[in-house]
């Protein structure tokens, strides 16, 4: 079983950065596809960003493209998200979720933007942005 584990978030001014971190030990983590989402009060939970297991593969959102960059250091267990030129929308809960390698599902986007396709979720970290 792997239980990720996020940080790195906090309050930051608009057009500010932050990079979250995602951190889980075993050998499931560094053969799973991860996924960033995020939730904020009243929404559904929001796909952001995805990355192959070996790292070579990302998918976006809209939203997160041009803005956000999702990267995978197996070496450390531990997958970044990047998140630049912050807006007050970025404002949610962010979580990191594990797609183990045992559900053999492709690296596409209409599946790794479903919370449905990931078995293992962290807490969550707390990303304000203030205008």
């Known amino acids: 079983q792997v239980q990720p584990a996020e940080s790195g978030g906090g309050l930051v001014q608009a057009g500010g950065s932050l990079r979250l971190s995602c951190a889980a030990s075993?050998?499931?983590?560094?053969?799973?596809?991860i996924g960033w989402f995020r939730q904020s009060p009243g929404k559904e939970r929001e796909f952001v960003a995805a990355?192959?297991?070996?790292?070579?593969?990302?998918i976006y959102s809209d939203s997160a493209k041009g803005r956000f960059t999702i990267s995978k250091d197996n070496t450390r267990s531990t997958v970044y998200l990047q998140m630049n030129s912050l807006k007050p929308e970025d404002t949610a809960v962010y979580y990191c979720?594990?797609?183990?390698?045992?559900?053999?599902?492709?690296?596409?986007?209409?599946?790794?933007?479903?919370?449905?396709?990931?078995?293992?979720w962290g807490q969550g970290t707390q990303v304000t942005v203030s205008s």
């Open positions: 075993g050998l499931t983590f560094s053969r799973s596809d």
């Open positions: 990355i192959s297991w070996e790292g070579r593969q990302t």
């Open positions: 979720a594990v797609d183990p390698p045992t559900s053999r599902r492709p690296f596409k986007y209409d599946f790794v933007a479903l919370p449905a396709a990931y078995d293992y």
